[in-house]
């Protein structure tokens, strides 16, 4: 019996400090610990279990290989919840189905009900999301917001804005393409 098993109420800090000397019982604990919490957000925000489970994977593996890098002394779950958001926009702006992405989000942060942890980092998603689609296009931001988040048909949308169907279906992928590069130029700017 090691010490861990004789003493379930270790704290993050003390495992984090184990850990940061390769210790991989006190890292089976931490991750026992944390993990389930980890994958609801991730698969909250994804809505796909196979990708929150390659975040979850990511995020411990990562923090197994740079242990030395996390402040035991710091706010740890808030360093987990950062580190997932930055694997949740990896895997969106990587994703082939961005545009599933982008609605999930949104679904997601209309009925937001979840702990402070979670709703922290919808909170911080949904603010660098909301920036980006500040700085488009007057016209491409109106569709996107007609189509995402009022729901509009691209019949509906080019009829109130007086275009074409075409004109919104190029300024919907213009929009996705747009986003994508600058979701992806903040996740380079995070990492390094």
């Given at each position: 019996?090691?010490?861990?098993?004789?003493?379930?109420?270790?704290?993050?800090?003390?495992?984090?400090?184990?850990?940061?000397?390769?210790?991989?019982?006190?890292?089976?604990?931490?991750?026992?610990?944390?993990?389930?919490?980890?994958?609801?957000?991730?698969?909250?925000?994804l809505r796909d279990e196979d990708d929150a489970h390659d975040?979850?994977?990511?995020?411990?593996?990562?923090?197994?290989?740079?242990?030395?890098?996390?402040?035991?002394?710091?706010?740890?779950?808030?360093?987990?919840?950062?580190?997932?958001?930055?694997?949740?926009?990896?895997?969106?702006?990587?994703?082939?189905?961005?545009?599933?992405?982008?609605?999930?989000?949104?679904?997601?942060?209309?009925?937001?009900?979840?702990?402070?942890?979670?709703?922290?980092?919808?909170?911080?998603?949904?603010?660098?999301?909301?920036?980006?689609?500040?700085?488009?296009?007057?016209?491409?931001?109106?569709?996107?917001?007609?189509?995402?988040?009022?729901?509009?048909?691209?019949?509906?949308?080019?009829?109130?804005?007086?275009?074409?169907?075409?004109?919104?279906?190029?300024?919907?992928?213009?929009?996705?393409?747009?986003?994508?590069?600058?979701?992806?130029?903040?996740?380079?700017?995070?990492?390094?």
């Open positions: 019996m090691n010490q861990y098993d004789q003493n379930t109420e270790i704290s993050d800090r003390e495992l984090i400090l184990q850990i940061q000397q390769g210790d991989e019982h006190a890292f089976a604990l931490f991750y026992q610990r944390h993990r389930s919490r980890m994958y609801f957000a991730a698969y909250d925000l975040a979850v994977q990511e995020l411990f593996s990562d923090l197994w290989q740079h242990a030395r890098r996390i402040d035991a002394n710091g706010n740890i779950k808030g360093y987990l919840y950062i580190v997932m958001r930055n694997k949740v926009l990896t895997s969106i702006t990587r994703s082939k189905r961005f545009e599933e992405y982008i609605n999930s989000y949104i679904a997601f942060e209309k009925t937001s009900s979840f702990n402070t942890d979670e709703t922290v980092l919808a909170r911080e998603l949904e603010r660098i999301f909301e920036e980006k689609i500040r700085l488009l296009p007057a016209k491409m931001r109106e569709v996107y917001e007609l189509y995402w988040r009022d729901n509009l048909s691209n019949k509906d949308i080019a009829t109130k804005m007086n275009i074409t169907e075409g004109t919104v279906k190029q300024h919907k992928h213009q929009a996705l393409r747009l986003l994508r590069q600058k979701l992806q130029r903040i996740l380079s700017i995070l990492f390094f």
